[in-house]
T-cell receptor, first 112, second 115 residues
């Protein structure tokens, strides 16, 4: 019930293409869904987050799509750039607790 | 403003040795946490704290101890290191706020190898 399943494990995209990473959760009590970006040798950094009262959130080239009934959410990176090459983690948490559950990560490589 | 700092960056231990990973933040955040990151496993929460004197267990607390005597510091202790504790350890902090929202800031990590 506490798992967050993330796919794919790795992704290669051409420059200018769209990168899509998917996550699915089981615990319906989760009400906060952040995405983190991690470059090699660095700690993760918050990229974008969404709460389940909206179906989509966009910040620049990054968009989260959220499907509450399917218990799925995804990260879309439009016009992917080589600088976006990193590992991306989805996560989930719920109000009343401070325990974040992370997905297993997706290693994205954007080819120049 | 240094954010979240961790020391050391790298550490090699022998099985059975003990050590403390240090974490400090200068943002006056009430919430601090420790994660371990293993290949194919993502980040897993070890322990967290919502203020000085208050700590709680995460997903994988066994083999680790924490305490929080000040707002700024949240050390992680390995009492008797085991090879299974070889990992990269990240400390993070955030404002307490209403629930889990507000940005969680991560430190640069400590790479620990247990032989």
């Amino acid at each position: 019930q506490q798992q967050v399943k993330q796919s794919p494990q790795s992704l290669i995209v051409q420059k200018g293409g769209i990168s899509i990473i998917n996550c699915a959760y089981e615990n319906t009590a989760f009400d906060y869904f952040p995405w983190y970006q991690q470059f090699p040798g660095k700690g993760p950094a918050l990229l974008i987050a969404i709460r389940p009262d909206v179906s989509e959130k966009k910040e620049g080239r990054f968009t989260i799509s959220f499907n509450k009934s399917a218990k799925q959410f995804s990260l879309h990176i439009m016009d992917s750039q080589p600088g976006d090459s990193a590992t991306y983690f989805c996560a989930a948490a719920h109000s009343g607790t401070y325990k974040y559950i992370f997905g297993t990560g997706t290693r994205l490589k954007v080819l120049a | 403003n240094a954010g979240v700092t961790q020391t050391p960056k790298f550490q090699v231990l022998k099985t059975g040795q003990s050590m403390t990973l240090q974490c400090a933040q200068d943002m006056n955040h009430e919430y601090m946490s420790w994660y371990r990151q293993d290949p194919g496993m993502g980040l897993r929460l070890i322990h967290y704290s919502v203020g000085a004197g208050i700590t709680d267990q995460g997903e994988v607390p066994n083999g680790y101890n924490v305490s929080r005597s000040t707002t700024e510091d949240f050390p992680l202790r390995l009492l008797s290191a085991a090879p299974s504790q070889t990992s990269v350890y990240f400390c993070a902090s955030k404002r307490l706020g209403p629930g889990p929202t507000d940005t969680q800031y991560f430190g640069p990590g400590t790479r620990l190898t247990v032989l």
